[in-house]
């Protein structure tokens, strides 16, 4: 599957259920309006305000517009992780300099395989759930014994 198509349903899978329904009432207004366009202006009866082609093509205008100008929630909250807003929580909870880069430096390996907003999204989805990062117990206990004042 080329990069492009595969992007384009990657960033399908992540519009909302709205912004899903927008995209796809557009297209169905949109044809339907140019279906009854051509049925109009083959038979002659075209007229611009009494045409239904007219109200479907204003409806898939709408719905598109709708879809363009709305934002996914989760992309909102998303823009607020990055390695500094999580830095600085660890700071204001008192962790200490050396653990605080070590966390850091996972995360920061993270984000340069994976891209920022993919890291942003898998964060934001973690959910008391272990990243698997620290799924290996004698790396955690590592990190642990290294770092035995934090909290």
């Not at 009432?25 to 611009?48: E, H």
Request: glycine share 4%.
């Amino acid at each position: 599957m080329g990069g492009f198509k595969r992007a384009m349903i990657v960033n399908w899978r992540e519009k909302s259920i709205f912004r899903k329904i927008c995209f796809l009432s557009s297209l169905v207004f949109f044809s339907a309006g140019v279906v009854w366009l051509t049925y109009d202006l083959s038979s002659g009866n075209f007229s611009l305000f009494k045409s239904q082609a007219t109200f479907y093509i204003i409806l898939g205008i709408v719905f598109s517009l709708a879809f363009s100008l709305s934002e996914d929630e989760n992309n909102k909250a998303n823009d607020y992780i990055t390695l500094d807003n999580i830095q600085n929580k660890m700071i204001e909870m008192d962790f200490s300099n050396e653990f605080i880069v070590e966390i850091v430096t996972i995360l920061e390996e993270k984000i340069n395989t994976h891209g920022i907003k993919a890291f942003q999204k898998w964060f934001n989805e973690l959910n008391y759930r272990l990243p698997n990062e620290f799924k290996d117990e004698a790396f955690v206990i590592n990190i642990y014994e290294i770092h035995d004042d934090v909290q």
